[in-house]
């Protein structure tokens, strides 16, 4: 039996849910996400609540159980309040700016490095070396959020990069360091 499947999914006042054709439709005040749901899996729509229910005992229906309530739940978080993910930039010369519906990086190469925001994720620039992303779509913000990171990843030796923030590194001693 699937944990996170039993649990119930409060529905938020100004959310609607639509489920046709194994497509579930949430719109809300931050906007509007589609997902195709897993096969084998029901849903019960309430006044105030969400089941998800398996269509059978199988191994694989309780397999998807506890997937597509996560996604139905991550959907109605989404639509209500949207999801936020604060990012760091630290050595030295290291900044971002914001420039219209995209992102400037200065990050030690040559030259700057332009990255432009996907629809529905919005930044902030709250210092020249952290940025505050934010989109109902959680999907779409942490694959964002991959693809930034990925245009200098912390390094192992002088912690230098694009890390998460909070995000704690493991430093390796450097070649002197380890007589």
């Known amino acids: 039996m699937s944990r996170i499947g039993k649990k ?9 849910v639509q489920w046709a054709e194994g497509k579930v439709t949430v719109t809300g005040p931050q906007g509007k996400l589609d997902q ?6 029901n849903l019960e729509i309430g006044k105030d609540e969400i089941r998800v229910e398996p269509q059978d005992e ?22 209500a309040q949207g999801f936020t993910r604060v990012l760091e930039l630290s050595g030295t010369g290291y900044k971002v700016e914001a420039r219209g519906q995209s992102l400037v990086f200065s990050i030690g ?23 505050e992303l934010k989109g109902y779509d959680k999907e779409l913000l942490g694959q964002t959020v991959a693809v930034i990171r990925a245009l200098r990843p912390p390094d192992a030796y002088k912690g230098k990069g694009i890390k998460n ?10 070649k002197a360091g380890g007589r």
């Open 58 to 79: 199988s191994r694989l229906s309780r397999s998807y159980w506890g997937l597509a309530r996560t996604l139905v739940a991550n959907m109605v978080t989404g639509a």
């Open 36 to 41: 195709v749901m897993p096969p084998r899996v």
């Open 8 to 16: 119930p999914i409060p529905l938020p006042q100004g959310v609607k």
């Open 165 to 174: 923030l909070g995000e704690v590194l493991r430093r390796k001693v450097g």
């Open 109 to 131: 190469y040559s030259k700057p490095v332009e990255f432009p925001l996907p629809k529905g994720i919005t930044a902030q620039v709250e210092k020249a070396t952290r940025i």
